[in-house]
């Protein structure tokens, strides 16, 4: 079962602008991570939350965390081409079992 | 550093044939972690090993084997395969379970005929 989705499953901008996508999940969480996928490769970890953090930054990655309404979002400001990828958020169980979401796709236009 | 290698990239199996995929890591890293991924989808957790010596079940292990052969290498078989086994699969590791990021395998692309 999947315990995070990730909204929407297909976002389409132009470069330079920003891209925001969010992640609900179920049951409480020890962490969420998120991560991204270029076409035919492995996943590449971006970032980590922790359930008692609210926001954290990494370069042009922002990642919010709202534990009332079991939901995080990935911001990435202006994107560009090479962003172009899948992005998964993965929420770590009491078991430390990471649980993948569906994924967005996202494309950024040149 | 090689990082996670798999072997093989791709294989074609016939519905009942038996094959092993490897995983190796060369990072010292603790756990390890079998995923397939589906079209449209993302990863569901077959089995892992938080540490040498054992393995434990994750979501969807029904049909697959896995063996920690040591601190480098976890492998998955598939002894009987069937067309619903068709997948990508992925294996990463981690320092230890809990809390810290996974390092993903460049995947095996496996179809089953």
């Known amino acids: 079962s999947q315990q995070g989705e990730e909204d929407p499953q297909a976002l389409s901008i132009q470069e330079g602008e920003n891209a925001t996508m969010n992640c609900s999940y179920k049951t409480s969480i020890n962490n969420l991570q998120w991560y991204r996928q270029n076409s035919g490769r492995g996943l590449v970890h971006l970032i980590l939350i922790r359930s008692n953090e609210r926001e954290k930054h990494s370069g042009r990655l922002r990642v919010t965390l709202d534990t009332s309404k079991k939901s995080s979002s990935l911001l990435i400001t202006a994107s560009r081409a090479a962003d172009t990828a899948s992005y998964f958020c993965?929420?770590?169980?009491?078991?430390?079992?990471?649980?993948f979401g569906s994924g967005t796709r996202l494309l950024v236009r040149p | 550093n090689a990082g996670v290698t798999q072997t093989p990239k791709f294989q074609v199996l016939k519905t009942g044939q038996s094959m092993t995929l490897q995983c190796a890591q060369d990072m010292n890293h603790n756990s390890m972690y079998w995923y397939r991924q589906d079209p449209g989808m993302g990863l569901r957790l077959i089995y892992y090993s938080a540490s040498e010596g054992t393995t434990d079940k994750g979501e969807v292990p029904n049909g697959y084997n896995v063996s920690r052969l040591n601190k480098r290498e976890f492998s998955l078989r598939l002894e009987s395969a069937a067309p619903s086994q068709t997948s990508v699969y992925f294996c990463a590791s981690s320092d230890t379970s809990g809390g810290l990021e996974q390092y993903f395998g460049p995947g095996t692309r496996l179809t089953v005929t």
């Open positions: 993965a929420t770590e169980d009491s078991s430390y079992k990471l649980i």
